[in-house]
């Protein structure tokens, strides 16, 4: 299918109580080293969320504009825009530009790809196209697409700056939430960045593993997403993984030459799986050295921060780590030692370790015109880069139609190669998952014929 869906509005909205001005936010490190980053897209799918009776569409948008205004005046910096130029660092102005409302209509059914929405081919027209961020006065956006069989498309566009992964589902679940009627988060979300300060002045006091400060032209090749990355090879499949098959693998590890006395966690054996999976896949020599990448939140753990970050702390607070390991011991060792890897990296996050790296990266001069451009130190050939959705309140969005029948986070070529999403169903809680995978054609093909994958998950 292509030019399946049609637009027919579009308008800003804005808070529906204004924002006191001036009203700056101060960003710190880990959200300056966002700014360059592409946009992300989300799609919610909602059957049958509105009726046949004439102007069910229309009251249901005119009610989304209005609960929209509402969760703006807590989550106020949504409806700001980053300022950059012209300044030795970057801020956040909460100026109430808005959020870009979009109404449109999908020659389409959900019916027309089964009984889910899993497969939807149209996902590209579910948000806007572009993807890179060339003006930070383009975002954010929201798109209602209204499907011929009464379900409608809730796609979101937004960045890392304001939000994290945490914050931006607690975002929807309070927007719906007020939809219903229901009063505003209590206590309200905080934008205050300062509690992930670098240090006066800065003390580097543990070796900085995870980035590397390089040359702007060379940034984006450095971690991974260069214009080579951007393929029509890539080829994009999605894994199940149930309850029962989650438990085996879990006892699989506890049971193998590497075991570490505990009982790995479901993120840690999901890890080792994609991990060992995909750099068989990639049949690497020997030699490579492959990293697995994944994000570290100061809010987890409880070593992390000193004093704690506050639960409804929205900023981004996640730092990303790069877990290296020969090729040779992935291939060629039993799954419980990439397990054990992941287990003793993920207790190794410590207060020490995020704020080594937040002040390695002020000492870099981050944000600040002419300096290097911080990067994730990796190379996308021998990377598998995760994202782990499953503990989020992905499904705990209801704004009156019942709760969706599937989320997707659209995948597009500038993720690069080796992206693994670990997705919450709908019905199986954090025991179960969705694992979304992004390789190239070849390194693909030969995924799907690994035993290993095949023993602990089934191809949807």
Known sequence: MCNVVHVASVCT?????????????WLCNFQIQLLSENYLKQVYYFPEAVDSSPGSFDRLVTSLKVSLSQVLVPYYPIAG??????LDRPVLECNDQGVEFVVAFAN???????????????????????TEITDHENFPQLKVTKFRCGGIALGLVTTHIVTDGSSI?????????????????????????????ARDPPSIKMPIRDYVAVAPSLAQDHSGKSGEDISPKYHVRAFHMSELQLSHLRH????????????????????ALVWKSITEARDLVDTAIATFVYSGSAKAGKNRRHPPIPDEYCGTSAMTLVLPCP???????????????VHDDIRAITHERFQSTIDWMELEGIGSPGRKEIAVNM????????????????????????????????LEPWYGNGVVVFLPTAQ??????????????????????SELLAKFATLE
Not at 108 to 130: R, T, V, Y
Not at 328 to 341: E, M, V
Not at 429 to 438: F, H, P, S, W
Request: hydrophobic content about 40%; aromatic content about 10%; some cysteine.
């Open 13 to 25: 909205i804005v808070p529906v109580i204004p924002t006191r001005q001036p009203c700056t936010l």
């Open 327 to 341: 090729a040779r011991d992935l291939k060629n060792k039993h799954i419980s030692l990439a397990a054990r890897l």
């Open 81 to 86: 825009r980053p300022r950059i130029a012209g």
């Open 252 to 271: 699989e590890i506890a049971s193998g030459p590497f075991s570490y006395g505990s009982f790995p966690t479901s993120f840690e054996a999901a890890a």
């Open 428 to 449: 199986g809680g954090t025991r179960e998952r969705r694992i979304v995978v992004m390789l190239l054609e070849d390194e693909m093909k030969r995924l799907l014929r």
């Open 169 to 197: 589902f607690a975002f929807f679940k309070a927007w719906s939430d007020i939809h219903q009627g229901l009063p505003p988060p209590n206590p309200p979300p905080s934008f205050d960045s300062s509690i992930l300060r």
């Open 379 to 410: 190379r996308a050939e021998m990377a598998v880069y995760s994202v782990d959705l499953v503990t989020f309140p992905v499904y705990d969005v209801d704004f009156g139609w019942g709760r969706p029948a599937h989320f997707s986070l659209v």
């Open 108 to 130: 389409a059914s959900f019916h027309d790809w089964g009984d889910s929405m899993k497969h939807c081919s149209i996902e590209h027209e579910l948000n806007p196209a572009q």
